[in-house]
């Protein structure tokens, strides 16, 4: 099997980890395709890879969903920062019991939905999907006003500094930290949550997974941020984007039946009360 080893910069403190890793897949009989000696992009990576390794954090996972893109490549994440709650799996010397795993093809694969924006000022360049949101932010002081329909029907605007639009994937990122909702992955839902809304009375908002969102905003500075995962672009008042879900997902390798839950539990603290404990 071919497998792609994804990573951005690495420390030295983790060079030796990513050659145990190499050693130990080539020693399973893999054939690797090594980012930066054997692909730099999206349009060169070898037609026959059967699998994608992400060594990161989530940042670098989100960015691995650049390279696969549509080929519906299986994409596993190896935990090489530090929350990595899209991360699969650690590099520890003695227990890499699931490289064998890997390759001998026992784990299971969820397909995450994606999201899609459209627009007539997005540059040319710009891939135009996100794993876990896309977010308008301010640039400066002044607060944003965001006007959303949603499958044509407009909403009260939001007054805030932003807002996200995430999938049931992104639930535990950007989208919790302004207090959405967690969300099964598996949900056919997404997350409309207001940042720092300017009202007592705005809440998140679930949607349907095939609903079709218009969003413009208004703002003093006449400009904002918008952003797909970790990749922004600047834009400006007036501008229109058409939000949707993708026509395609990625497959998420999962080594564990309780993968999702197992990450709320022991990378988000969740359920952590004395109580559970006596």
């Not at 995962?229 to 564990?256: A, W």
Request: glycine share 10%.
């Amino acid at each position: 099997m071919k497998v792609a080893v994804f990573f951005r910069e690495l420390d030295k403190w983790q060079i030796p980890s990513l050659e145990l890793l190499e050693r130990e897949l080539a020693a399973g009989g893999a054939e690797l395709c090594i980012h930066g000696r054997d692909f730099t992009s999206w349009s060169d990576l070898p037609e026959d890879v059967g699998l994608f390794l992400s060594l990161g954090g989530d940042g670098t996972f989100l960015q691995a969903l650049t390279y696969v893109r549509e080929r519906q490549i299986p994409v596993a994440g190896i935990n090489f920062g530090r929350l990595g709650f899209l991360t699969t799996a650690k590099v520890e010397e003695g227990r890499l019991g699931w490289v064998k795993d890997l390759l001998e093809g026992r784990y299971t694969t969820e397909t995450r939905d994606i999201l899609k924006i459209s627009s007539d000022v997005l540059p040319v360049d710009f891939y135009p999907y996100a794993g876990n949101e896309i977010t308008i932010q301010r640039q400066g002081a002044g607060m944003l006003t965001v006007d959303l329909k949603i499958n044509g029907r407009p909403i009260p605007p939001y007054w805030a500094d932003g807002i996200v639009i995430a999938t049931a994937t992104g639930s535990t990122a950007y989208s919790m930290s302004v207090g959405g909702p967690i969300v099964v992955p598996s949900s056919k839902v997404l997350i409309i949550a207001p940042i720092a809304p300017h009202n007592l009375n705005v809440r998140p908002l679930v949607a349907p997974v095939d609903s079709q969102f218009e969003l413009r905003f208004r703002s003093r500075e006449g400009r904002a941020s918008l952003t797909l995962d970790n990749r922004s672009v600047e834009v400006k008042e007036g501008d229109v984007f058409r939000i949707t879900k993708g026509e395609y997902g990625f497959r998420y390798v999962s080594l564990s039946e309780n993968g999702f839950f197992n990450a709320l539990r022991t990378k988000l603290l969740w359920g952590e009360d004395k109580r559970n404990f006596e």
